[in-house]
């Protein structure tokens, strides 16, 4: 286990648990283990006790979707939820809700509970009000969250030229979800909050490659302007990183 950054002396610099992984598979692996032992823990406490999952979309986790699904665990106490979602039907292949069907909801899996972010018959607009109603009746703090991040320091879909960043960045705003509308994306998005995100019992991140690696320990050390730099100083307890060249 390496804290990265870590000068006691500079106490503005972020520490996370960085798990430097020998390839991404073991980094994907290592993860789905850490996120199964999240989830235990909070149904450790009764047979009624309930656990919550967010995990985020694209290329990065779908091996570590594919590892948990053979996880042994009551699926049924789980509930599963993306960060972000595009808004189009989950048939579609961008779809992050496709991808928790079809790569973490299958197999031994296959009995855990989606909360969807797309509402058929309904604008964007109008999704996050009824999205934070049905996080009321979910295990919270969410269990564990997974997540991912860009060359640009986004995670979830706050990107650097969303034009509420600030807003979805402030550690305690009272908005957990919101739309993200970008220029540099054709999709509206739906996506949680930095106050939504940062009170998880654990906060997973799973990232491939130097560039990604560089972009890490610079927000860490403060005043990058990269959006992931608010996740590590706010985060209620520091994140775990498992990473692969």
Same mark, same amino acid.
């Given at each position: ?10 106490? #503005?610099?972020?520490? %996370?648990?960085?798990? $430097? ?7 994907? *692996? ?10 235990? &823990? ?16 694209? #290329? ?20 599963? +939820?993306?960060? $972000? &979602? !595009?808004? +189009? /039907? ?8 496709? +991808?928790? !069907?079809? !790569? ?27 999205? &934070? ?7 919270? /703090? ?9 060359? $640009?320091?986004?995670?979830? #879909?706050? %990107?650097? $030229? ?23 994306? /054709? %999709? ?15 906060? *997973? ?8 690696? !560089?972009?890490? &320990? ?8 990269? /959006? ?18």
């Amino acid at each position: 286990m390496t804290h990265v950054p870590g000068s006691q002396a500079d106490v #503005s610099r972020a520490e %996370f648990d960085f798990r $430097d992984c020998t390839s991404r598979q073991a980094a994907s *692996v290592a993860a789905a283990e850490f996120i199964a032992n999240g989830l235990r &823990e909070s149904m450790a406490g009764s047979s009624r006790s309930q656990a919550s999952l967010v995990v985020s979309g694209g #290329s990065t986790p779908g091996a570590c979707f594919d590892q948990l699904s053979t996880t042994p665990l009551d699926w049924s106490r789980v509930t599963v +939820l993306p960060s $972000d &979602e !595009r808004w +189009l /039907p989950a048939d579609q292949p961008e779809s992050n809700e496709n +991808l928790i !069907r079809t !790569r973490l909801l299958t197999n031994r899996a296959h009995g855990g509970k989606i909360l969807p972010f797309y509402r058929e018959g309904i604008e964007a607009g109008q999704a996050p009000s009824m999205i &934070e109603r049905d996080l009321e009746i979910i295990a919270l /703090p969410f269990s564990v969250s997974l997540l991912g991040m860009g060359e $640009d320091g986004h995670f979830a #879909s706050l %990107f650097p $030229d969303f034009e509420g960043l600030s807003g979805a960045l402030d550690p305690g705003g009272t908005a957990q979800c919101i739309t993200v509308q970008t220029a540099g994306s /054709p %999709f509206v998005r739906i996506s949680l909050t930095l106050s939504a995100l940062i009170s998880s019992r654990h906060l *997973v991140l799973l990232m491939f490659g130097e560039p990604k690696r !560089r972009v890490l &320990e610079r927000a860490a050390e403060g005043g990058s302007q990269f /959006p992931v730099e608010a996740l590590l100083h706010h985060a209620r307890r520091p994140l775990t990183v498992f990473w692969a060249a």
